[in-house]
């Protein structure tokens, strides 16, 4: 059966620390995976995207890992800032394109 | 490149109404997916559209239906809403790639 699973559920973090979520899926054949950030009562907003080849990718304080031999995916925030505070989505896409399969986040709180 | 859009952005309605949502995506997409967003629950697929056919489809009730007209846009209709369906209703627009979301439509079922 195809999932993403996320952890943790929830983090508390103070501003300026690093933090680290993890994703591992089991969905099969895999074509790309993805991180999205969803502030509160918004629409998802893509971070990175990363193909079976790709081991990292950043996009500013963002950094996501792929290891698709383990079939896990990391997303380390580096130097958090209180606009980080929002859920953090993993998605999985399948080989053929038309199914995505999503973790139920990890919702991330920066606190002063 | 416009995003995706959604209308309307907020919407109150009472038990038993019927209430239809809009999706735009972005120009070129013809994969337009939808999906239900509740606290504690995450995304749950609703369903997805293709060049005006439904291609892949969740498990929800027959309440719950969609349509795409020629030019992708897609709108999604719930009739006899009933309290559990108060949620955030997202529209989903996709390439080959990467799927790209819109704000959302906040449903309220009072």
């Known amino acids: 059966k195809n999932q993403v699973e996320q952890s943790p559920q929830s983090l508390i973090i103070l501003e300026g620390k690093n933090c680290t979520l993890q994703?591992?899926?089991?969905?099969?054949?895999?074509?790309?995976l993805r991180w999205y950030k969803q502030d509160t009562g918004r629409g998802p907003v893509s971070l990175t995207i990363m193909t079976f080849s790709e081991n990292t990718k950043s996009n500013g304080r963002y950094t996501a890992t792929l290891d698709a031999d383990t079939k896990q995916s990391s997303l380390h925030i580096t130097a958090s800032q209180l606009s980080d505070s929002a859920s953090y989505i993993c998605?999985?896409?399948?080989?053929?394109?038309?199914?995505?399969?999503f973790g139920t986040g990890t919702s991330l709180t920066v606190i002063p | 490149k416009a995003g995706v859009t959604q209308t309307p952005r907020y919407l109150i309605k009472t038990r038993g109404q019927q209430v239809t949502l809009s999706c735009s995506p972005i120009?070129?997409?013809?994969?337009v997916s939808w999906y239900q967003q509740t606290p504690g629950q995450g995304l749950q697929f609703l369903f997805e559209y293709f060049s005006e056919t439904q291609r892949n489809k969740g498990n929800f009730p027959g309440r719950f239906s969609g349509r795409q007209f020629s030019n992708s846009r897609s709108e999604m209709n719930v009739s006899t809403l009933e309290l559990g369906d108060s949620a955030l209703y997202l529209c989903?627009?996709?390439?080959?790639?990467?799927?790209?979301f819109g704000p959302g439509t906040r449903l309220t079922v009072l």
């Open positions: 994703c591992n899926y089991t969905v099969s054949p895999f074509s790309n």
């Open positions: 120009s070129g997409h013809r994969s």
């Open positions: 998605v999985v896409s399948e080989e053929s394109g038309n199914q995505f399969y």
């Open positions: 989903a627009s996709s390439s080959r790639i990467e799927q790209f």
